[in-house]
Nanobody, 122 residues
Framework: QVQLVESGGGLLQAGGSLRLSCAAS????????MGWFRQAPGKEREFVAV????????FYADSVKGRFTISRDNAKNTVYLHMNSLKPEDTAVYYC???????????????WGQGTQVTVSS
């Protein structure tokens, strides 16, 4: 089992920055690719970013490319999502997830955190 706990969400104005963290415990963190997803009210959960096991490869949704950066610290069992130039349309609950391979599809991830709310006002 892997337990994931997100933190760092909040309320901020458009154009601001925020860093989300996802702390993992349980089985070996470095064995998993880590993804960030988000879900806005009335919408499906969507892919945001993913990073491979050693942090050498990252992929982003087109909607966040150039604004968000995913990173990980395997020594701290933590994955981060640095979000810059935030827009109102980034408002959502953000989830981190652990999976055995790099993938954009939520159904392919085995473990999920409880989510953290990010609200961006215009």
């Amino acid at each position: 089992q892997v337990q994931l706990v997100e933190s760092g969400g909040g309320l901020l104005q458009a154009g601001g920055s925020l860093r989300l963290s996802c702390a993992a415990s349980g089985r070996t963190f470095s064995s998993y690719a880590m993804g960030w997803f988000r879900q806005a009210p009335g919408k499906e959960r969507e892919f945001v970013a993913v990073i491979n096991r050693n942090g050498g490869s990252t992929f982003y949704a087109d909607s966040v490319k150039g604004r968000f950066t995913i990173s990980r610290d395997n020594a701290k069992n933590t994955v981060y999502l640095h979000m810059n130039s935030l827009k109102p349309e980034d408002t959502a609950v953000y989830y981190c997830a652990a999976g055995v391979r790099v993938t954009f599809y939520p159904s392919n991830y085995e473990y999920w955190g409880q989510g953290t709310q990010v609200t961006v006002s215009s």
